[in-house]
């Protein structure tokens, strides 16, 4: 069988029955399962605590991180260059994205492992070390490398496992809605109450031992159902045998307007500043069981309405353009942030534990009405705006298409993050001090960046998106005819594939 027939003739005889859009489903209920525990994976681990590990354990300097961040963050830009068109060029019987992601998910899950053992490695060192600060920086470079090519598959990936849009709404629906209530969050509580024992010297156990633990059971788990998502499941949207020139995925941020429309929100949202929230109450209300408990029962009291608010999808994406709920989920989330922010400035209630427990409850009740439809749409547009690719050039660039639209965003990313740490300086913040004791001066600033910051410096993301052309008109006459073209060039291919064999 020639080698150049990227599917078997089994797969590719299914996809020829019929018209792939109009009723057929095609993940069954194995790779469902398998889809939902990888998203599950993606969320469960200790990220949110990541900057108090590399602050206040490992002590990196502010200013060399900066300086470290730029380089790595520049070489992220130029392999994303080769790495997504040597993705985009590949064509295997595994497919275009699966090669990658089976072969590199357990060596890189294994090499991932060494950076929580960083405190163990240079134990007790300055934050300008150099040993260490080489060591953070090769590490950087080689993870980052090889974690572009599984993002970059990754990414596109997610776009191909099934040809029938709706039958994507439903497994984005179904996961989000149902990842929530598998304990995703359990880590961060279970770390948040450990961090709390630590840092107040309840329990005699160096900071750094909870980090590892923590930080090597998620990753270990995670890893594991994730590389079981990409064994189980396949690549179902066929790629054209001809391999499309770079230039052609760089181009189509421009010749295509949905990408070029996403692109621009994105470059324009991500002048964002801020920091986490979870910094806020730590440094300003202090690490304590009592807060993390409450924070936890708010998240668990809105939860339901969270997962309610999936039942809002259906019937708003038949009522109203993906435009419509793509904006106005955008306004609402910004009007709720405003909330909080004025709450905490009106008379230093930021310092103040019960108002702004009282408001925080309040934000994350109201937002969770919209928390379904918001995540819906804006996992599904991306896929959109690559089936609109498709539908105006007649083949598919995921990976450099993705690149060419991200490559803004992390130049934007490299002077960012560089931008912080100086930033982190300035608002007086010092490294390695006992929880609550940073200045008056320091507390007001991390109240305002994790609040009120990130929305005023992101605001303008939100007029590329009144722009949207994919009406729902539109929309319907795009999946029926790539239907109708996927379903001939199948054909196509089974004949080869038939006519090779005989």
């Known amino acids: 069988m020639d080698d150049k027939n990227t599917q078997s003739a089994a797969v590719l005889q299914e996809q020829a029955e019929g018209n792939m859009f109009r009723s057929y489903n095609y993940v069954g209920t194995k790779e469902t399962v398998a889809f939902l525990f990888n998203d599950w994976s993606n969320h469960f681990n200790i990220n949110g605590y990541s900057g108090r590990f590399i602050w206040d354990v490992v002590k990196i300097d502010f200013g060399i991180s900066a300086i470290v961040n ?121 770390f948040g109450f450990l961090y709390d024992m630590v840092v107040t010297g309840r329990w005699k156990i160096e900071l750094r031992s909870i980090f590892v633990g923590m930080g090597i059971g998620c990753s270990v788990i995670s890893s594991i159902f994730t590389f079981w998502f990409f064994l189980v499941t396949k690549e179902r949207v066929p790629q054209t045998l001809e391999r499309p020139a770079i230039k052609e995925g760089f181009m189509a941020i421009i010749k295509n307007y949905p990408v070029f429309l996403m692109a621009l929100s994105d470059f324009l949202v991500n002048f964002q500043m801020g920091m986490g929230e979870k910094d806020y109450w730590i440094d300003v209300h202090g690490a304590n069981t009592m807060i993390n408990t409450v924070l936890a029962l708010v998240s668990g009291i809105s939860g339901p309405v969270g997962s309610i608010s999936y039942a809002f999808v259906a019937p708003l994406r038949k009522r109203f353009s993906s435009k419509f709920l793509w ?84 130049l934007q990313g490299v002077v ?87």
């Open 70 to 190: 730029l380089f790595t963050g520049t070489w992220d830009v130029i392999n994303d260059l080769f790495i997504s068109a040597i993705v985009d060029n590949s064509r295997s019987r595994l497919g275009k994205f699966r090669p990658y992601l089976v072969l590199l998910q357990i060596p890189l899950s294994t090499m991932g492992l060494l950076w929580w053992f960083l405190p163990y490695m240079f134990p007790n060192t300055a934050g300008t070390y150099m040993p260490k600060l080489i060591f953070y920086f090769l590490f950087g470079v080689i993870m980052e490398t090889a974690g572009t090519f599984t993002g970059i598959a990754a990414s596109g990936y997610m776009s191909t496992i099934t040809p029938n849009p709706n039958e994507r709404v439903r497994l984005i629906t179904l996961v989000e809605l149902l990842t929530g209530y598998m304990g995703e969050d359990l880590p961060g509580y279970i």
């Open 327 to 410: 904006v106005g989920a955008d306004m609402y989330g910004d009007m709720l942030c405003l909330m909080f922010f004025l709450t905490g400035y009106i008379n230093n209630n930021y310092k103040k534990l019960k108002p702004m427990l009282i408001v925080y409850g309040i934000r994350e009740f109201l937002g969770k009405l919209m928390f379904g439809v918001d995540k819906v749409i804006n996992a599904d547009l991306w896929n959109e705006a690559m089936d609109y690719c498709e539908w105006k050039s007649g083949f598919r660039m995921e990976a450099t298409t993705g690149v060419a639209k991200s490559l803004v965003l992390k």
């Open 416 to 502: 960012k993050s560089s931008i912080f740490n100086v930033m982190m300086k300035k608002i007086g913040y010092v490294q390695g001090l006992k929880i609550g004791t940073q200045t008056e001066k320091t507390k007001r600033w991390e109240f305002i960046l994790c609040s009120i910051m990130p929305t005023i410096t992101g605001a303008l993301g939100i007029v590329p998106k009144m722009f949207w052309p994919i009406t729902k008109k539109k929309h319907a006459q795009m999946y029926y005819e790539l239907a109708e073209r996927r379903n001939s060039m199948v054909t196509g291919y089974v004949e080869g594939v038939k006519g090779a064999s005989d």
